[in-house]
Protein backbone atom coordinates (compact mmCIF):
# COMPACT_ATOMS: atom_id res chain seq x y z
CA UNK A 1 0.00 0.00 0.00
CA UNK A 2 2.79 2.34 -0.92
CA UNK A 3 4.35 4.18 1.95
CA UNK A 4 1.19 4.12 3.97
CA UNK A 5 1.40 2.21 6.95
CA UNK A 6 -1.12 0.34 9.03
CA UNK A 7 -0.67 0.92 12.59
CA UNK A 8 -2.05 -2.06 14.53
CA UNK A 9 -2.65 -2.74 17.88
CA UNK A 10 -1.81 -6.91 19.29
CA UNK A 11 -4.73 -8.50 21.91
CA UNK A 12 -4.45 -11.92 23.81
CA UNK A 13 -4.39 -12.57 26.93
CA UNK A 14 -1.87 -15.25 26.10
CA UNK A 15 1.54 -13.87 26.81
CA UNK A 16 3.62 -16.09 24.07
CA UNK A 17 0.72 -15.69 21.71
CA UNK A 18 1.32 -11.87 22.13
CA UNK A 19 5.62 -12.05 21.72
CA UNK A 20 4.92 -14.51 18.54
CA UNK A 21 2.50 -11.52 16.76
CA UNK A 22 4.50 -8.96 17.84
CA UNK A 23 7.67 -10.45 16.14
CA UNK A 24 5.63 -11.52 13.14
CA UNK A 25 4.58 -8.07 12.93
CA UNK A 26 7.73 -6.33 13.00
CA UNK A 27 9.11 -8.57 10.27
CA UNK A 28 6.13 -7.07 8.03
CA UNK A 29 7.16 -3.69 6.73
CA UNK A 30 3.84 -2.01 6.05
CA UNK A 31 2.54 -2.62 9.74
CA UNK A 32 3.50 -0.58 12.83
CA UNK A 33 2.91 -2.00 16.10
CA UNK A 34 1.92 0.65 18.78
CA UNK A 35 0.84 -1.24 21.63
CA UNK A 36 0.27 -5.03 22.58
CA UNK A 37 -2.80 -5.54 25.49
CA UNK A 38 -3.14 -8.59 27.55
CA UNK A 39 -7.32 -7.90 27.52
CA UNK A 40 -9.71 -6.03 25.76
CA UNK A 41 -10.45 -3.63 28.31
CA UNK A 42 -6.79 -2.42 28.16
CA UNK A 43 -7.28 -2.05 24.58
CA UNK A 44 -10.62 -0.21 24.33
CA UNK A 45 -8.99 2.38 26.77
CA UNK A 46 -5.63 2.92 24.67
CA UNK A 47 -7.82 3.26 21.15
CA UNK A 48 -10.07 6.21 22.90
CA UNK A 49 -7.24 8.40 22.78
CA UNK A 50 -5.14 6.71 20.34
CA UNK A 51 -7.21 4.98 17.50
CA UNK A 52 -5.55 2.30 15.31
CA UNK A 53 -6.09 1.03 11.69
CA UNK A 54 -6.01 -2.55 12.49
CA UNK A 55 -6.34 -5.17 15.25
CA UNK A 56 -4.91 -8.62 15.77
CA UNK A 57 -7.27 -9.89 18.38
CA UNK A 58 -8.14 -12.98 20.22
CA UNK A 59 -11.35 -14.47 20.67
CA UNK A 60 -11.37 -15.98 24.08
CA UNK A 61 -10.46 -13.61 27.00
CA UNK A 62 -11.74 -13.39 30.26
CA UNK A 63 -14.32 -10.31 30.81
CA UNK A 64 -14.58 -8.92 27.70
CA UNK A 65 -14.23 -11.31 24.32
CA UNK A 66 -12.84 -10.62 20.91
CA UNK A 67 -16.36 -11.23 19.47
CA UNK A 68 -17.68 -8.19 21.77
CA UNK A 69 -14.99 -6.01 21.47
CA UNK A 70 -15.22 -5.91 18.22
CA UNK A 71 -19.21 -4.47 17.81
CA UNK A 72 -17.70 -1.57 19.87
CA UNK A 73 -14.78 -0.76 17.45
CA UNK A 74 -15.65 2.46 15.39
CA UNK A 75 -16.14 1.59 11.65
CA UNK A 76 -12.67 2.48 10.20
CA UNK A 77 -10.73 0.21 12.76
CA UNK A 78 -10.43 -3.47 11.17
CA UNK A 79 -9.70 -6.95 13.12
CA UNK A 80 -8.00 -10.26 12.16
CA UNK A 81 -8.79 -12.43 14.50
CA UNK A 82 -6.22 -15.44 16.07
CA UNK A 83 -7.68 -18.12 17.85
CA UNK A 84 -7.44 -21.09 18.74
CA UNK A 85 -11.05 -22.19 17.90
CA UNK A 86 -12.42 -22.75 14.98
CA UNK A 87 -15.99 -22.58 16.12
CA UNK A 88 -16.48 -18.79 16.35
CA UNK A 89 -15.40 -18.49 11.85
CA UNK A 90 -19.51 -17.65 11.59
CA UNK A 91 -19.43 -14.87 14.43
CA UNK A 92 -16.06 -13.59 13.08
CA UNK A 93 -17.94 -12.97 9.27
CA UNK A 94 -20.63 -11.70 10.70
CA UNK A 95 -18.78 -8.95 12.21
CA UNK A 96 -16.75 -8.47 9.45
CA UNK A 97 -13.23 -9.37 9.99
CA UNK A 98 -11.17 -8.97 7.74
CA UNK A 99 -9.77 -12.37 8.36
CA UNK A 100 -9.39 -15.50 10.59
CA UNK A 101 -5.80 -16.82 12.05
CA UNK A 102 -6.40 -20.53 13.45
CA UNK A 103 -3.81 -20.91 16.41
CA UNK A 104 -1.01 -22.17 15.85
CA UNK A 105 0.02 -20.25 12.68
CA UNK A 106 2.96 -19.65 11.08
CA UNK A 107 4.26 -16.32 9.16
CA UNK A 108 2.77 -17.37 5.79
CA UNK A 109 -0.24 -17.53 7.06
CA UNK A 110 -0.17 -14.49 9.20
CA UNK A 111 1.49 -12.47 6.10
CA UNK A 112 -1.69 -13.46 3.80
CA UNK A 113 -4.24 -12.38 6.43
CA UNK A 114 -1.76 -8.87 6.66
CA UNK A 115 -1.89 -8.82 2.78
CA UNK A 116 -5.89 -8.78 3.13
CA UNK A 117 -5.75 -5.78 4.95
CA UNK A 118 -3.46 -3.82 3.10
CA UNK A 119 -5.42 -4.71 -0.35
CA UNK A 120 -8.28 -3.47 2.00
CA UNK A 121 -6.69 -0.27 3.03
CA UNK A 122 -5.57 0.45 0.05
CA UNK A 123 -8.84 -0.04 -1.98
CA UNK A 124 -10.37 2.32 1.21
CA UNK A 125 -7.78 4.97 0.85
CA UNK A 126 -8.11 5.16 -3.11
CA UNK A 127 -11.65 5.48 -2.87
CA UNK A 128 -11.04 8.61 -0.55
CA UNK A 129 -8.64 10.13 -2.56
CA UNK A 130 -10.97 9.37 -5.93
CA UNK A 131 -13.84 11.30 -3.66
CA UNK A 132 -11.58 14.40 -2.79
CA UNK A 133 -10.36 14.74 -6.17
CA UNK A 134 -14.35 14.56 -7.40
CA UNK A 135 -15.19 17.13 -4.85
CA UNK A 136 -17.12 20.18 -5.64
CA UNK A 137 -15.71 22.81 -7.52
CA UNK A 138 -18.65 24.73 -9.12
CA UNK A 139 -22.10 25.91 -7.91
CA UNK A 140 -24.94 26.67 -10.33
CA UNK A 141 -27.15 29.65 -8.99
CA UNK A 142 -30.15 31.49 -10.13
CA UNK A 143 -29.88 35.30 -10.11
CA UNK A 144 -31.62 37.88 -12.54
CA UNK A 145 -33.51 35.20 -14.43
CA UNK A 146 -29.93 33.61 -15.24
CA UNK A 147 -28.37 30.95 -14.38
CA UNK A 148 -24.59 31.68 -13.16
CA UNK A 149 -21.69 28.78 -12.74
CA UNK A 150 -19.53 30.06 -9.26
CA UNK A 151 -16.48 28.76 -9.31
CA UNK A 152 -16.15 27.68 -5.17
CA UNK A 153 -11.87 29.07 -5.30
CA UNK A 154 -13.43 32.36 -5.87
CA UNK A 155 -16.02 32.38 -3.04
CA UNK A 156 -15.17 34.94 0.03
CA UNK A 157 -18.22 34.21 1.92
CA UNK A 158 -21.81 33.74 1.67
CA UNK A 159 -24.08 36.14 3.64
CA UNK A 160 -27.88 35.38 4.26
CA UNK A 161 -30.25 38.20 4.25
CA UNK A 162 -34.13 36.50 4.99
CA UNK A 163 -35.09 34.35 1.49
CA UNK A 164 -32.33 35.67 -0.49
CA UNK A 165 -28.38 35.24 -0.21
CA UNK A 166 -25.64 37.01 -1.13
CA UNK A 167 -22.35 35.74 -2.89
CA UNK A 168 -19.29 37.34 -2.53
CA UNK A 169 -16.29 36.80 -4.46
CA UNK A 170 -13.08 38.02 -4.94
CA UNK A 171 -12.15 40.89 -7.52
CA UNK A 172 -15.97 41.98 -7.41
CA UNK A 173 -17.27 44.59 -5.38
CA UNK A 174 -21.01 43.97 -6.01
CA UNK A 175 -22.16 40.34 -4.43
CA UNK A 176 -24.53 38.17 -6.48
CA UNK A 177 -27.29 37.85 -5.20
CA UNK A 178 -29.95 34.34 -5.20
CA UNK A 179 -33.05 33.44 -3.57
CA UNK A 180 -31.91 30.63 -1.31
CA UNK A 181 -31.75 29.92 2.25
CA UNK A 182 -28.08 29.35 4.08
CA UNK A 183 -29.49 25.90 5.32
CA UNK A 184 -29.36 24.52 1.58
CA UNK A 185 -26.34 26.47 0.74
CA UNK A 186 -24.44 24.81 3.46
CA UNK A 187 -25.78 21.38 1.85
CA UNK A 188 -24.21 21.82 -1.56
CA UNK A 189 -21.05 22.92 0.02
CA UNK A 190 -17.55 20.58 0.66
CA UNK A 191 -17.15 21.03 4.53
CA UNK A 192 -13.81 20.40 4.10
CA UNK A 193 -13.36 24.43 2.49
CA UNK A 194 -16.65 25.88 3.89
CA UNK A 195 -18.02 26.68 7.50
CA UNK A 196 -20.84 28.24 8.86
CA UNK A 197 -19.75 30.70 11.93
CA UNK A 198 -23.03 32.72 12.52
CA UNK A 199 -26.86 32.40 11.71
CA UNK A 200 -26.20 34.93 8.65
CA UNK A 201 -22.64 33.90 7.24
CA UNK A 202 -20.77 30.49 5.85
CA UNK A 203 -16.72 31.63 5.33
CA UNK A 204 -14.86 30.32 2.91
CA UNK A 205 -11.48 28.61 5.39
CA UNK A 206 -9.24 29.10 2.61
CA UNK A 207 -9.45 33.05 2.40
CA UNK A 208 -10.32 33.82 6.13
CA UNK A 209 -6.90 36.38 6.66
CA UNK A 210 -7.30 37.49 10.36
CA UNK A 211 -8.88 36.01 13.26
CA UNK A 212 -9.47 38.49 16.20
CA UNK A 213 -10.92 37.51 19.07
CA UNK A 214 -14.61 36.33 18.57
CA UNK A 215 -14.57 37.99 14.95
CA UNK A 216 -12.97 36.39 11.70
CA UNK A 217 -11.54 39.19 8.66
CA UNK A 218 -12.27 38.29 5.24
CA UNK A 219 -11.25 41.26 2.41
CA UNK A 220 -12.05 43.87 5.26
CA UNK A 221 -15.10 42.39 6.08
CA UNK A 222 -15.50 41.87 9.95
CA UNK A 223 -17.91 38.63 10.47
CA UNK A 224 -18.71 37.33 13.80
CA UNK A 225 -17.78 33.90 14.93
CA UNK A 226 -21.49 33.20 16.54
CA UNK A 227 -21.92 31.24 20.33
CA UNK A 228 -23.76 28.26 18.41
CA UNK A 229 -20.91 27.79 15.77
CA UNK A 230 -18.09 28.44 18.00
CA UNK A 231 -16.84 25.31 18.86
CA UNK A 232 -16.64 23.59 16.09
CA UNK A 233 -14.91 26.35 14.32
CA UNK A 234 -11.96 26.58 16.93
CA UNK A 235 -11.98 22.71 16.54
CA UNK A 236 -10.77 23.40 12.79
CA UNK A 237 -8.35 25.75 14.01
CA UNK A 238 -7.16 23.70 16.42
CA UNK A 239 -6.38 20.46 14.41
CA UNK A 240 -5.28 22.49 11.12
CA UNK A 241 -3.02 25.07 12.56
CA UNK A 242 -4.26 27.08 10.31
CA UNK A 243 -2.63 25.00 7.52
CA UNK A 244 -5.54 25.06 5.06
Known sequence: ????????????????????????????PFLSLKKKCSSAIEAMEYIKSDPVDLLFLDIQMPDLTGIEFSKMLPKTTRVIFTTAFDQYALEGFKV???????????????????????NWFSLIKGK???????????LFVKSEYKQLRIKLADVLYFEGLKDYIKIWLKDNPKPILTLMSLKSLQEELPETHFMRVHRSFIV?????????????????????????????????????????
Open 1 to 28: MSNLKITCIIVDDEPMALNLVESYVKKT
Open 96 to 118: EALDYLLKPFDYAEFLAAANKAS
Open 128 to 138: QHTEVSEEKEF
Open 204 to 244: SLKNIEVIERSQIIINKQRITISDQYKAKFLAFINNNSLNF
